[in-house]
């Protein structure tokens, strides 16, 4: 699946919210506390558990997921969060962030960025929103649900600074496990967002470990994310999941952990010229991470008998 990208229009809303609520915050420093986020914006926040059905006994008449209303008649919200697999909740009247507890911590930060990003953005209507693991993905190509997980990684990553701060950085893997750091945030949503804020020519995959295919690999579709900047998807949208595979393949270690090597790669770009890259691949234990940067444009040696046939 491959990222979406917003609106300019609706992506410069979003980015004046973020900017006013980092403003409103006295411009903390990172890594971001999202409770005096909470305290700002007036939000509650609460836990549920999909073996706790006390916790949620009222009537839902109305809940939309994805953009769409899928309650057709009232029902006990507990029952909805179970037949829909919601994972996070916005409650607009109450002004309260649900979370299911059994999530992961890691992940629960980028859910609550997300809810709380549904409470920010006035054209989210003041709806009861549900959302699943497929909504909260930065993948996810469902307009409301991109702009909440955009306005996220916003939040998170400080907006501007960001971009800022990744002009500066490296643009490597010990460069994003370092902002990483610093923000508190995930590997993975810092690779994400390092590749969508490039003024270059980037790319990024996640996925499973190239060396060792689960039985769910489908080798037409072998990543789970392919990420790519404004400029690269631009400039290459010729470049296949397929290629890019291949391209992890000639350099990717059987390591299970850890550094999995990296290599300079050529693709072609839509013109058909040839263009070198930095590929560099890392595994976390779940998932392998990669990161292709442009680097120049391949320079073609002729060699001397050639040239005195060509001249
Ligand atoms: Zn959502």
């Not at 409103?24 to 986020?37: A, I, R, S, Y």
Request: glycine share 6%; aromatic share 10%; charged share 25%.
């Amino acid at each position: 699946m491959r990222n979406a990208f917003l609106s300019p229009r609706a992506k410069s809303d979003i980015d004046k919210i973020v900017q006013k609520i980092l403003r409103d915050l006295g411009n903390p420093e990172p890594p971001l506390q999202l409770e005096p986020v909470r305290d700002l914006l007036m939000l509650d926040k609460g836990y549920y558990s999909p073996d706790d059905p006390g916790v949620m006994g009222e009537l839902v008449h109305r809940l939309k997921v994805a953009g769409k209303q899928i309650v057709k008649r009232p029902m006990l919200l507990f029952d909805a969060i179970k037949s829909f697999n919601l994972k996070a909740l916005f409650l607009p009247d109450k002004r309260r962030i649900m979370l299911d507890s059994t999530v992961p911590t890691v992940k629960q930060r980028w859910y609550e960025a997300h809810e709380i990003s549904h409470s920010v953005i006035p054209w989210h209507d003041a709806v009861m929103l549900g959302d699943t693991v497929q909504t909260l993905s930065p993948a996810c190509h469902e307009q409301i649900e991109s702009e909440a997980n955009y306005a996220a990684g916003q939040l998170l990553f400080f907006g501007a600074r960001f971009s800022e701060e990744l002009l500066a950085s490296n643009r490597n893997i010990s460069g994003i496990k370092a902002v990483a750091k610093s923000y508190g945030n995930t590997i993975t949503s810092t690779l994400w967002r390092m590749v969508e804020s490039s003024d270059l020519p980037v790319v990024g995959t996640i996925g499973g470990h190239p060396r060792f295919p689960t039985s769910d690999f489908i080798p037409s579709d072998p990543f789970r994310y392919m990420i790519r900047s404004r400029l690269f998807e631009a400039q290459f949208g010729n470049v296949t999941e397929i290629r890019l595979l291949s391209a992890i393949e000639t350099y990717c270690s059987y390591r299970k952990r850890g550094p999995l090597g990296s290599s300079e790669v050529v693709l072609t770009d839509d013109n058909g010229a040839q263009q070198v890259f930095e590929f560099e691949s890392f595994s976390n234990g779940y998932e392998t991470l990669t990161l292709g940067v442009h680097k120049s444009a391949r320079r073609v040696v002729v060699p001397a008998n050639v040239s005195r046939v060509m001249f």
